[in-house]
């Protein structure tokens, strides 16, 4: 019996037999290549994955169609075959190095991408030219005839496709993301899905007993295990179904974390209930200098639009810490984190503060804005914002300029603002934990620290403690609640945060299909 950690792209227990997916290595002889030959084999084996696709397609259910769809998209793309097509002609080489030398590198562009959904779309071109490889060594795709965990180095949406899916009872690779393709098939069908470990799959033999239990693999378990993990693996099933209907009981909104007017528009693209938290700081970063009003309220104005009548949180500038624009000569401070930031870098800096808040009550009349506070830790913060509010609104009022003003809310990220949440909460509209600086702060562990990762752990019980409290508070007041730290996104603490009575969850766009 041996055990391995793994990643999880989809949490669940299962147990079967392996089924080993060999990858494609290129075999090839040192003969020159005819170029015309090349051209033509590969020109066979695009056309061959093209109708195997298209087929897939037209059988797959509404939820996989896209997709397969995008795959055909990507495979069509004049980048992709055009690029090995135009090698094959000006270098002479094979058509099988070709498609792996333009995969490799289209790969590593999208791995370049900034955007963590393009990095995940890195997995999808390799996909494809492997499946292209494997076409054009003739190779007949091996076929899964018992309920099986595959395992491969790395395994295309295509593949997935055209096996059986009741037979696939869970899948390990190599290579993989959280957020790819197959990632999202997976989750489609709640097939337990972990990758990320070389030596692992060096061990796995077709045949050989696995277990996937959450991120652990055992592979040949003993049978007792083996009795243990059968009946969880059907425990698990049974709670998947009751998961579907608290979903319906409950329905809760999922939000998505953005800091840009293009992760606006990838949120938007990608059906979020609407825009949870807008880290504004950003806009500071960027420029050699403070973004003025106009630019901000240009910038806020369209995310209001974008939204539309979804809901759009604008945090102000949780300036200071690790986030300190270079264009300001902010002084030294020996522990920053403790430091000005956040609400107390806005009182510091009246003047930064009101433009943002006039930009924010402005662009608040297009759309369906809230305005949201970083950092709070007493009441009179919030009643000083308030303050600050009124002084704009008189302006604004004054000018004959158009405004709105948005529900205020703040985000609990300090432990003074738990202590604090009844009387927090008689002052604003909403709640928003930061879970992020809410465990830096509670377990006294740096959030930008090395080495000490295991001490850094937002699902600790005091975490957990404190968004009861919270909720309580928020409940007592009729308040919504919402969680924006990254505890948000990881789907297993998700539901315990819902049940515990959070309202809605905010997440990175990257996370929205698997949380959903
Ligand atoms: C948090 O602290 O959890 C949070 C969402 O804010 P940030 O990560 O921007 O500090
Ligand atoms: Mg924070």
Redesign the pocket.
């Known amino acids: 019996m041996k055990k391995f950690i793994l990643k999880a792209a989809q949490l669940g227990i299962a147990s079967a037999p392996a089924f080993c997916i060999s990858n494609n290595e290129i075999l090839e002889s040192a003969a020159p290549f005819d170029r015309e030959i090349e051209l033509g084999l590969l020109n066979h084996a695009y056309e061959g994955l093209k109708l195997q696709l298209v087929a897939a397609a037209k059988n797959a259910d509404l939820s996989t169609r896209p997709l397969i769809e995008a795959e055909i998209m990507l495979l069509e793309d004049s980048l992709f075959i055009g690029s090995a097509l135009k090698m094959i002609r000006e270098k002479g080489i094979s058509a099988s190095r070709a498609i792996s030398e333009v995969g490799a590198s289209l790969s590593q562009n999208f791995l370049n991408n900034s955007s963590e959904y393009m990095k995940a779309r890195a997995d999808d071109v390799r996909g494809l030219a492997d499946d292209i490889l494997q076409l054009l060594r003739g190779e007949k795709r091996d076929e899964l005839k018992r309920p099986s965990i595959i395992v491969a180095r790395e395994l295309s949406p295509t593949y997935f496709s055209c096996l059986e899916r009741a037979l696939i009872k869970g899948m390990v690779t190599e290579k993989g993301s959280a957020i790819s393709h197959l990632a999202i098939l997976a989750g489609n069908y709640g097939i337990p899905y972990i990758y990320g470990c070389e030596e692992a799959l060096s061990e796995i033999k077709s045949g050989d007993c696995l277990i996937i239990d959450g991120e652990n693999l055992i592979i040949n378990p003993d049978s007792q295990m083996l009795e243990k993990v059968t009946l969880q693996a059907n425990q698990f099933l049974d709670s998947s179904k009751a998961k579907l209907h608290l979903t319906k009981e409950y329905p809760v909104k999922i939000y998505a974390?953005c800091a840009s007017l293009s992760d606006i528009e990838e949120a938007r693209a990608q059906n979020a209930d609407g825009i949870g938290?807008f880290?504004t700081e950003f806009l500071f970063l960027e420029d050699g200098d403070a973004p003025s009003e106009e630019k901000q309220f240009e910038i806020y104005r369209e995310a209001a639009k974008i939204m539309g009548e979804k809901e759009l949180c604008i945090r102000t500038m949780?300036i200071g810490s690790d986030k300190t624009p270079k264009w300001m000569d902010i002084p030294h401070e020996k522990n920053p984190a403790l430091g000005c930031r956040g609400i107390r870098f806005s009182l510091e800096n009246l003047q930064l503060f009101k433009n943002q808040l006039r930009a924010i009550l402005r662009a608040a009349s297009f759309g369906n804005v809230k305005l949201l506070l970083?950092m709070i830790a007493s009441t009179w913060e919030i009643e000083k914002t308030r303050e600050i509010l009124r002084n704009c609104e008189e302006e604004l009022v004054a000018e004959g300029t158009l405004f709105k003003v948005p529900d205020l809310g703040i985000?609990i990220?300090t432990p003074a603002a738990v202590m604090m949440a009844p009387e927090l909460a008689a002052s604003a509209d909403f709640f928003s934990i930061?879970?992020?600086?809410?465990t830096q702060y509670t377990l006294a562990i740096d959030r930008e620290g090395e080495g000490l990762d295991k001490y850094y752990d937002p699902s600790h019980e005091a975490i957990f403690r404190m968004i009861r409290l919270v909720c309580q508070a928020a409940k007592n007041q009729g308040i919504p609640v919402t969680v924006?730290?990254?505890l948000a996104g990881i789907s297993t603490e998700a539901e315990r945060l819902i049940n515990i009575g959070v309202d809605a969850l905010s997440v990175a766009t990257a996370k929205l299909h698997l949380l959903k």
């Not at 930061?434 to 809410?438: I, K, S, Y």
Request: charged content about 35%; aromatic content about 0%.
């Open positions: 974390n938290l880290r949780d970083p985000m990220e930061g879970t992020n600086d809410l924006c730290g990254e």
